[in-house]
């Protein structure tokens, strides 16, 4: 069989979606390492969430925002530390405030660098759109909580604790009932572990669990996953349910002693049989080995 060459990662500013007043989402068109990216604005400022891979992708992204903002000041958030959400950040420089919150500052500062070049491992598409990229310095810095005025509009950013990754935020419009979450959910897509040991193995399978009950609960009225198409409070149940089965049936297994390599394959099998539909069949075999190791007897 040949190789599997991942598409160009090219933010395009085709099928703009209009959320609500003054709120739209630059979808991803289910293009593998392009996120969904948003615009929210107020009367005075406009925020703009997760910036797409590399400088040529994020200067698309920041003339686009620029013209939506129209004047008024602009922000910049990132969901989270991964490349295709953050390392576009360095082209905002002298243009927008940058603000994240701690953790995700420190995985950004601490893991940004190795995650540049195991990206460029990825192909040559991917190696193209990160050259040149500079880790950016946040502005802002925030602990736990952060609430942006942007008049007339106040935006709750949210750090959830460690989850798919320490540093994951939460993005939520209030008056408009709309929630950016990164990669805690995924549309039509199995949940990505980035579970590298020994790496990476900063997710957790059952803190993330946690936390997805906790948003499940929230029920917003539209969800923007990191990946995949925009949908309602359902994407929310979704994963959470997945999760929830990936660990009971991870654990049921090593509770008997099973190895992990036959835990991975029964579990996986029994998921993708659950939901043929869904993309990202190797992040299954990445998440019982998370699982795996927070198991305790």
């Not at 739209?24 to 948003?38: A, Y």
Request: glycine residues 10%.
């Amino acid at each position: 069989m040949a190789e599997f060459v991942l598409p160009d990662p090219v933010v395009q500013l085709t099928d703009v979606q209009e959320l609500a007043r003054d709120l739209v989402v630059i979808p991803n068109r289910r293009v593998p390492l392009v996120p969904n990216i948003g615009l929210i604005g107020g009367t005075r400022s406009v925020l703009v969430v997760d910036t797409g891979m590399g400088t040529a992708n994020a200067e698309t992204v920041l003339k686009f925002a620029a013209d939506f903002a129209n004047g008024r000041r602009l922000y910049l958030t990132t969901t989270h530390f991964h490349p295709e959400h953050a390392f576009g950040a360095q082209v905002f420089a002298g243009e927008a405030t940058f603000l994240i919150n701690q953790a995700q500052a420190e995985d950004l500062k601490v893991k940004g660098p190795g995650y540049i070049e195991m990206f460029k491992g990825l192909g040559e598409s991917v190696a193209r759109r990160l050259e040149g990229v500079r880790l950016a310095t946040p502005d802002v810095v925030y602990d736990h909580e952060h609430d942006l005025d942007l008049g007339g509009r106040v935006v709750e950013l949210r750090a959830t604790g460690r989850a798919h990754s320490k540093g994951d935020q939460v993005i939520t419009v209030p008056d408009a009932g709309v929630m950016f979450t990164g990669d805690l959910v995924e549309a039509g897509q199995f949940a990505i572990f980035p579970w590298f040991p020994p790496h990476d193995t900063d997710v957790s399978g059952t803190r993330w669990l946690a936390v997805m009950d906790r948003l499940a609960a929230e029920s917003p009225r539209v969800v923007v996953p990191g990946h995949g198409d925009v949908g309602g409070p359902q994407l929310l149940a979704d994963v959470r349910d997945y999760l929830q089965l990936l660990r009971d049936e991870t654990w049921v297994r090593r509770d008997s002693a099973m190895s992990e390599e036959t835990i991975a394959e029964e579990v996986a099998a029994l998921m993708i049989a659950r939901h043929p539909e869904w993309d990202g069949q190797e992040w299954i075999e990445k998440g019982v080995g998370c699982l795996c190791s927070e198991h305790t007897a």
